[in-house]
C-alpha cells in the first residue's frame, strides 16, 4: 500500500484502530455489520451510533480516517481490496485539517442484499 502501518494500533487515548500510521495520524477502519443499523423502511445500512462516536472522537484527536464497510469489502479479490485501500488512502490525503466531508459517515448508507 506504500504506507507504513500497524495492525490493530491503540491510540494515547486508548481507541483502538484496524490500521494506523501514528506519525500522521491517518488510518484505515474495515467496518463490520456490527457498526451498522438496518433502516427498515429502505433497507438501508445505516452507521450506528458508537461507531459515528468513534469517528467524532477520532476526528476530535487529530485523526484522518478512512472506513471501508463490509459491504465494499466482503467478497473481493485481493488485488481489488487493495486497490480500494488505495482509493481509501488517497482520500485521506485530500483531507486537509478534517476540512473534507467525504469523510464524514454519519449518513453512510447502502440497500441491504436481498
Avoid at 501514528?22 to 458508537?50: L, M, Y
Amino acid at each position: 500500500l506504500g504506507w507504513k502501518h500497524i495492525f490493530e494500533y491503540r491510540t494515547a487515548e486508548g481507541i483502538s484502530l484496524d490500521l494506523a500510521e501514528p506519525e500522521s495520524k491517518r488510518a484505515i477502519e474495515i467496518d463490520g455489520p456490527f457498526h451498522f443499523c438496518r433502516d427498515v423502511s429502505t433497507g438501508e445500512h445505516v452507521v450506528n451510533g458508537p461507531t459515528r462516536f468513534k469517528s467524532r472522537l477520532l476526528r476530535s484527536c487529530g485523526w484522518r480516517v478512512a472506513h471501508v464497510p463490509f459491504y465494499e469489502w466482503d467478497n473481493r479479490p485481493e488485488q481489488e481490496r487493495r486497490q480500494l485501500l488505495t482509493e481509501k488512502l488517497a482520500d485521506i490525503e485530500a483531507c486537509v485539517d478534517g476540512g473534507c466531508s467525504s469523510t464524514s459517515r454519519s449518513r453512510t448508507t447502502r440497500p441491504v442484499p436481498s
